[in-house]
């Protein structure tokens, strides 16, 4: 495929580094732009967006088009969304105002994405959709599952100001087909994206990814949340690391019961998120800021699909509770402070 006009849909923390590494590894081969709003917006639009990491000699600061308004932009050869599971459903239209024939979707989600079962041979449920994540089927009527390539980012970011945007070192992106081909897509999108100085790798088992990462998301992000803690906090605290650990566990076993293959045990995830600093998870910078939680796509279906699969999962129906309160009480205060 032949990939000229790249937008970001979402230029946020993952989105925004994504754009501007695209925009500056790759200069006028591609022609870069982002779909942002507010205070981020405007910065980007003043001075580009810059990227910082400890490693790096100097900032990375890149110019691209950006706009509110997708419709303003012409049609696309690949869409990248930085979007949130719980903010991709209201964004279905804009979406696809950017799609013509041949546009392929690069998903950045945490947690199971509203295209899960699609092309799915190993859980029995082929084709089924989430109303829980696509309410109404919009993502799947107006974009189409078959246009996506699932990605998911092991990056630890955050905008620090607006236009700003910190890495904790260096990222990592798994990239994979539904259907779990390695399709010429999939190499020339990859192949492209590693040119721009990321770290690709195309995968057959994009699900396999999906849920080893969501067995930390689905404890961490809710956790540190609840408990306002960074990670290093998180994981000094034995009573807080046990139940991490049962929520750990209680994920593991629904993937594997709708046929997920995990690398690595509970214990040793445990062990690898010790070494984490003060991290603040992305729910826990949500919610500093006010913002609405990322519930649903993470521990949310790890209780729905666990009930789909027949596996119990009383801790996450704990959590899931007191984080969905969480969330209702803090838009309540938000409102109040409105008026």
């Not at 994979?176 to 995968?203: H, K």
């Not at 080893?212 to 290093?232: C, F, H, Q, V």
């Amino acid at each position: 495929m032949t990939i000229r006009n790249i937008c970001i849909y979402g230029a946020g923390a993952l989105g925004g580094t994504f754009a501007a590494r695209i925009a500056s590894g790759l200069g006028t081969e591609a022609n870069v732009s982002v779909v942002a709003r507010g205070a981020h917006l405007a910065a980007i639009r003043e001075k580009g967006l810059t990227v910082e990491r400890e490693a790096d000699a100097a900032p990375l600061n890149a110019r691209v088009a950006a706009t509110s308004d997708p419709s303003e932009l012409p049609k696309q050869d690949l869409v990248i969304t930085g979007l949130k599971g719980h903010q991709l459903a209201d964004a279905a239209e804009g979406l696809a105002s950017l799609l013509k024939d041949g546009t392929r979707v690069i998903m950045i989600l945490n947690g199971i994405p509203w295209w899960y079962f699609h092309g799915d041979v190993e859980s029995g449920h082929a084709e089924r959709q989430l109303s829980e994540l696509d309410p109404d089927g919009r993502l799947w009527r107006l974009v189409g599952p078959e246009r996506v390539i699932g990605c998911v980012a092991y990056q630890g970011a955050e905008v620090i100001e607006p236009g700003t945007i910190r890495l904790n070192g260096d990222g990592r992106f798994f990239l994979g087909e539904p259907s779990g081909e390695l399709s010429q897509d999939l190499a020339s999108i990859s192949e492209l994206l590693g040119r721009a100085g990321l770290n690709i790798l195309p995968t057959q088992r994009i699900r396999d990814a999906i849920w080893t990462k969501l067995m930390g998301n689905a404890a961490y992000n809710p956790i540190s949340a609840l408990t306002r803690g960074r990670m290093d906090s998180i994981m000094n605290n034995p009573l807080l690391v046990a139940q991490v650990g049962k929520v750990m566990t209680e994920t593991r076993a629904v993937g594997e019961a709708l046929g997920a293959v995990f690398s690595g045990s509970v214990d040793e995830q445990l062990n690898r998120s010790s070494g984490f600093g003060p991290v603040r998870t992305s729910m826990l910078q949500d919610l500093l800021a006010g913002k609405a939680l990322e519930i649903m796509s993470l521990t949310g279906m790890v209780v729905a699909l666990g009930k789909l699969a027949g596996v119990p999962t009383p801790t996450c129906e704990t959590v899931l509770a007191l984080t969905v309160q969480l969330d209702r009480e803090t838009q309540i205060e938000r409102e109040s402070l409105r008026n």
